[in-house]
């Protein structure tokens, strides 16, 4: 879906840091939305997140990073969670970066340690938010293809928000489309692209005139020529 029309907030009453208004939530066949704070902290180990904005703490090291969930609810030593931080890192394609410095990585490469990061408790569920703004065309593919390959390698379910229809018929086998926090279309890719919905349509082809934009005088406004 389009900027605003509820993408991050759903993704935020998914894992318990937005309570919804109406609606079911199910993880694992149980409704969660009775759950309390304590129970919502111990159901958020199974989740695994990818921030829009990758999220690093500036000043901690790469496997510092990658390996913060294990050092905050284990109690393993940092020897052995800096091992388990490099063989995360190693299947997002990072290698010999575990000692830098977030400054010291490119928009791709803190993006895939965020990644690294969001697979280092094993989780059951991995959540991408946006995962590719922000990157070049080759970048977004790559972390397009790092996503199946986590699916596939990892067994996990994946739930990405996007307005990137690129990314999303790569990395979906089931598709949502939200319009002003309503979901109005669900499919696979296929029936996304060929869907009869006029306002899906708009969308994923991004015609300036249509439903989405009728009444708000959008397109007038673009292309009005400029006066002096």
């Not at 020897?79 to 010999?96: C, D, P, R, S």
């Not at 970048?139 to 990314?167: G, P, Q, W, Y």
């Not at 999303?168 to 060929?194: F, H, N, S, W």
């Amino acid at each position: 879906g389009g900027s605003g029309t509820g993408k991050s907030v759903l993704i935020k009453c998914v894992i318990g840091l937005l309570r919804h208004e109406k609606g079911e939530i199910y993880v694992d066949g149980n409704e969660v939305s009775h759950l309390n704070e304590e129970d919502w902290n111990e159901l958020r180990k199974k989740f695994g997140m990818l921030f829009q904005r990758d999220a690093l703490f500036d000043s901690m090291t790469v496997w510092e990073n990658v390996g913060f969930g294990l050092r905050r609810h284990t109690n393993l030593p940092d020897e052995e969670i800096k091992g388990m931080a490099v063989e995360k890192l190693k299947l997002v394609g990072m290698t010999n970066v575990e000692n830098l410095m977030p400054a010291e990585l490119s928009g791709g490469m803190r993006k895939r340690v965020s990644l690294a990061r969001a697979i280092a408790m094993e989780p059951a569920i991995l959540l991408y938010d946006e995962p590719t703004t922000g990157l070049d065309p080759i970048m977004a593919n790559v972390i397009n293809e790092l996503i199946v390959a986590m699916r596939e390698k990892l067994d996990v379910t994946s739930i990405a928000i996007t307005h990137d229809m690129n990314s999303a018929y790569r990395i979906a086998d089931r598709m949502a489309v939200l319009y002003k926090g309503e979901i109005i279309e669900v499919g696979t890719p296929d029936e996304i692209r060929t869907s009869k919905n006029a306002i899906v349509q708009q969308f994923i082809r991004g015609d300036v005139e249509g439903p989405i934009t009728r009444g708000a005088d959008f397109g007038r406004q673009l292309f009005q020529p400029f006066r002096r």
